[in-house]
């Protein structure tokens, strides 16, 4: 049947509105984010590395805004269920703000290089997700120093953002990596959402966050803070905090983001390119 048969009866104006309704494709979708992948990895280095400190920073607000309402609703037997919200905060400012995490791009930047693969597009994509990262667990380090040594927590909201994080405390080294990979198949799934989210991004964001929060997830960067934390706070080695926590988390996220949800979204659509 042609377009213009599919068409028949209706006016301009009410076509535009069946195509807003339709949304995007997968393949239109595909197309979107791998052109933001194509322009981040054109990106000169001092700008990611920046904006992936400036990320680091901001994603430590996921633990001292769950901390917030972890004190503020200490006699609400709700705690448990809200606490998760404040988690949400920091991935709003991120992923709103454009800011480079390492988890997003385990999708954005890795579809450039399955769709036509290279070695150029290969070493821009190690050298993105090597700059990101080392920024993303510098800006963590560097907000929990802040919070630990430099006072910029009253004492009251540290002991809560320290009880936030004592849950990883009971994860060994293989849970934790575990727990990551759902994470990062839900953050790769928000990238995904975004093109046809239509003015509902933030509740996209919030949804997912919430949901990896709730479920006692392990995010390798929102993690690194709580890791941090815990560290600097005694309660945990540094070789822990490191090689049980961060390293495991990594590759978690990396099999979630990568090894599952990108292949699988490329291999959808990878007879239609």
Not at 142 to 167: C, D, F, K, M, Y
Not at 190 to 199: A, E, Q, R, T
Request: net charge neutral.
């Amino acid at each position: 049947m042609s377009k213009s048969e599919q068409s028949a009866g209706l006016t301009r104006k009410e076509q535009h509105k069946v195509s807003e309704r339709m949304g995007l494709q997968s393949l239109q979708v595909f197309e979107v984010v791998q052109q933001q992948g194509m322009e981040e990895l054109s990106r000169p280095v001092t700008s990611l590395f920046w904006s992936g400190i400036a990320a680091g920073l901001a994603l430590s607000l996921s633990v001292y805004c769950s901390a917030f309402l972890h004190h503020a609703l200490a006699e609400s037997p709700l705690r448990s269920l809200l606490v998760g919200f404040g988690y949400s905060v920091g991935f709003v400012i991120v992923i709103l703000g454009r800011l480079q995490l390492f988890t997003e791009n385990t999708l954005t930047v890795v579809l450039p290089v399955l769709r036509d693969f290279s070695r150029f597009r290969l070493q821009r994509a190690t050298r993105l997700w090597a700059v990101v990262l080392t920024a993303n667990i510098l800006g963590t380090l560097i907000s929990a120093v802040a919070a630990t040594r430099w006072g910029i927590l009253p004492p009251a909201q540290l002991e809560a953002a320290l009880a936030v994080s004592n849950h990883l405390l009971e994860y060994s080294a293989l849970q934790t990596l575990l727990y990551a990979i759902p994470t990062g198949f839900m953050v790769a799934s928000i990238v995904w959402m975004m093109p046809n989210s239509k003015g509902g991004e933030l509740w996209v964001i919030v949804l997912i966050t919430y949901m990896i929060a709730l479920g006692g997830l392990t995010h390798v960067v929102a993690g690194s803070a709580e890791w941090f934390l815990l560290a600097l706070a005694g309660e945990m080695s540094w070789a822990r905090a490191v090689l049980g926590g961060i390293f495991p988390a990594l590759i978690g996220n990396v099999i979630g983001g990568t090894g599952l949800f990108a292949l699988i979204t490329y291999a959808q659509i990878k007879e239609e390119i």
